[in-house]
Every structure is written in C-alpha cells, then in structure tokens.
C-alpha cells in the first residue's frame, strides 16, 4: 500500500516533519513533530506544530500515532502538544531507556525521572508492527546515530529519521553518547535490503553542493546507487573511518541542551519548581 505522505520543514532546526497517511480512510500518522524554541530567549512557539493541526484539522484526520524516530538533540518534539489537540499515541524505540540512563546522568536528574520508557505510550522493537487504519507500519532499529533510532517503514515508504539523509548529503552524525559509526553502517545496510522502489523519507535536509533546493524523498535505489557516504558499495571499514574523522570536527547541535532534556521526557518539560516555574538545566563541560 502507498501511503499519502505530507512534509512539513522546519527553517529553524532543518526537519522534515510528517503526516502519513492511510490512502483508504482518513486514519494517520505523525512522524517527528517539531516545537519551536528560541534558545536566546528561552520561549516555546507552537507555529509548527499548529500548521500540522491545520492540515489534520482540514482534511479531517484521524490521528492514531505520534512517532518519535529518536530522541532529537536539535530540535524539540511538540508530541505532548500535538496530541492533547489530536490524540494518537506516542511511540519511540525501546532503547530510549538507555537514552534516558545515559542523559539521567548528563542532566543529574533525580529520582522522579524515570528511566523505563514511562512517559511514552508505546515502545517498539525489532519486528514489530502496528496499524494506522488499514495501513501497516513495521518498525526496524537502525541505532547508530542513537541507540534508541527506529525506522518505520509504513507501506511502500520508509521513515529512516537521522540515518540517511539524502544521496549527495549522505549519513547522519554518530558522535553523541552511545552512538557508533560501526553500528550505523549495520542499520543502513538493513535498510538497504528493503525494495530498491522503497521510498526513503528523512528527517533533516540541509541542501547539498549545487542542489539549492531542500528534498527529503529519495528511494532505497538511489541512495543504494548514489549516496557519498555509502552508495556504489561503500565498505564498512572506509565507512567508519570517513563518519568518525567528520564527527571529530562537527560541532553540538545548537538546541542539544534543551531538546535532550525535553525529548527524554517525550517532549514534556521537567515538573515545575516550588515558584511553578519551569527551568532547564545547563550542565557545565559535560557534552
Ligand atoms: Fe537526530
């Protein structure tokens, strides 16, 4: 089945976000949402989110899942937002509890953060499946660039998050704690294996040399064919080498701060304190 895929791009952080949709009935799903957050000013803004309620308002969606493909290090995730509008589930990997244990320590968090996954409505594994209408999403775990990362490959369409992005931008980063260059190499051969017709959503697009326009559809052909970091059969040796000589020189994602301590709560903000103010934390040297 070919699902109706709508994206939404964010200027601010570069995501694509997703509505996709059952082509049968009205029934769908959210992928990677976005909450707008001036990191100067410390202020939230619902605009992105609030342009995808338009369109589900719109066409008169049905929203059944609101997936995370990880936890985001630069943006924030309007999940929580989204879904007291619309409803729907939350889901992310199961692997987000060693994502929490790891950022529960970055973060000196106390004992009130749970590290089970908790704050999630559903934790998918290798292998599992679930429905958006009569549309069928099966859920591969592609860590790497995280260890919690998940595609979801939703009828003829696969949602890869930050594994891949497009074929002349390549792979995605694999420099935060408990990421691999290794283990991503593994999880985009994974998807490699799907139908070379597969089509490949992103989640970040940053242009590329002499493309001015931002994509985020390709094929798992294309990319099998074309990609500069691991398209014409790229081998994992001179893969891992060329990932982690860039990581060393890239530098943390501006909203790194706040989206980790956001997106580990499922993109609720930490409970307020005894003024009822909301504060983030600023973890010196420790990134
Ligand atoms: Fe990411």
Not at 59 to 83: G, K, M
Not at 145 to 157: K, R, S
Request: net charge negative.
């Amino acid at each position: 089945m070919k699902p109706d895929v709508t994206a939404f791009f964010d200027d601010a952080t570069n995501t694509i976000s997703f509505v996709v949709k059952d082509p049968m009935g009205s029934s769908c799903a959210i992928i990677d949402s976005v909450l707008d957050f001036d990191f100067s000013a410390a202020r939230t803004d619902t605009k992105s989110a609030d342009n995808i309620i338009a369109h589900v308002r719109e066409n008169a969606l049905n929203v059944e899942w609101i997936l995370e493909s990880h936890v985001h290090a630069d943006h924030l995730s309007a999940a929580p937002y989204l879904q007291e509008q619309l409803g729907g589930k939350i889901g992310i990997g199961k692997n987000i509890t060693v994502v929490q244990d790891t950022f529960g320590k970055v973060f000196n968090e106390g004992t009130e953060f749970q590290r089970d996954g908790s704050q999630f409505d559903q934790l998918f594994e290798e292998g599992d499946s679930f429905m958006i209408g009569q549309l069928r999403g099966d859920v591969l775990h592609t860590p790497g660039h995280t260890p919690a990362c998940m595609t979801y490959v939703i009828g003829d369409a696969a949602f890869v998050g930050d594994t891949l992005f497009m074929p002349d931008f390549g792979t995605a980063r694999c420099d935060f704690p408990g990421g691999s260059s290794e283990e991503l190499y593994n999880s985009i051969q994974k998807i490699l294996s799907l139908p070379d017709e597969t089509r490949i959503f992103v989640g970040h697009d940053y242009k590329a040399p002499g493309r001015d326009a931002y994509a985020w559809e390709t094929t798992v052909g294309e990319q099998k064919a074309k990609n500069v970091h691991i398209g014409d059969g790229a081998d994992k040796d001179s893969f891992v080498q060329m990932r982690d000589t860039r990581d060393a020189q890239l530098s943390m994602p501006k909203l790194i701060i706040p989206s980790l301590q956001v997106n580990m709560r499922a993109g609720h903000m930490p409970e307020p304190d005894d003024e009822g103010d909301i504060v983030l934390k600023l973890p010196i040297n420790k990134l």
